[in-house]
């Protein structure tokens, strides 16, 4: 599916979380959506990683913060959460990069093969019970993961969970990126936790960019 990317400029009063936005897609993701006006906290398992997107971010002029995060550890990821949140009491939307892996090919190490899906898996569980509670008793919410098109189970579990909340006013989604399309993935990135996008998709298997 292909849509439109085209998003009006939001409100600081608007929080964003990027999970993952230490580097690559998720800075880049993290600084567009500061420039749209949004306030931006960056999560990252780096956290001087993430300390110098969000300083970049307040470089264009947005409110920003951030906080070093294990994915993988509920504990870390909801006190990076409650700290975006002391912000106005809010998260209003979540973008998760924090899974992307390029596997291709036929011989990957075993222990990536078994470790890269798995994280993917955990982390999208985590993040989610980590901002669902806020967003649901918001009665608003956006949620975006950017995953692997081989990542069959982290786009079953956002289908599932776009599903289970579709009548609360949260989206869940997924988008699969083609490669070195960076700056279109952060513009559909941006448009998917925004408030034009009014409808829960559950998975987006297409984005409009340059050819892989």
Not at 17 to 43: D, K, M, Q, Y
Not at 95 to 116: I, M
Request: proline share 4%; aromatic share 4%.
């Amino acid at each position: 599916m292909m849509i439109s990317a085209s998003v009006r400029r939001l409100s600081c009063d608007y929080v964003v979380a990027v999970v993952g936005g230490g580097t690559g897609i998720g800075a880049a993701t993290a600084e567009h959506i500061g420039r749209l006006g949004s306030s931006v906290f960056v999560i990252d398992e780096d956290a001087t990683a993430a300390a110098a997107t969000a300083a970049a971010v307040a470089s264009t002029g947005a409110r920003a913060g951030s906080a070093g995060a294990d994915v993988c550890d509920v504990d870390a990821v909801q006190r990076a959460v409650d700290k975006a949140a002391r912000w106005n009491g809010r998260i209003h939307a979540i973008v998760n990069v924090s899974g992307l892996q390029d596997r291709a090919g036929f011989d990957p190490a075993f222990d990536d093969f078994e470790r890269t899906p798995r994280i993917a898996l955990t982390a999208a569980l985590v993040i989610a019970q980590a901002v669902v509670p806020r967003m649901y008793k918001a009665g608003y919410g956006r949620i975006a993961h950017l995953v692997s098109a081989g990542d069959l189970g982290l786009i079953g579990l956002v289908r599932s969970q776009s599903k289970e909340l579709a009548t609360t006013g949260i989206s869940v989604n997924a988008l699969v990126p083609p490669r070195g399309a960076i700056v279109e993935v952060a513009a559909m990135l941006a448009y998917l936790i925004s408030p034009e996008c009014i409808w829960p998709i559950g998975a987006i298997d297409n984005c409009p960019g340059k050819p892989t």
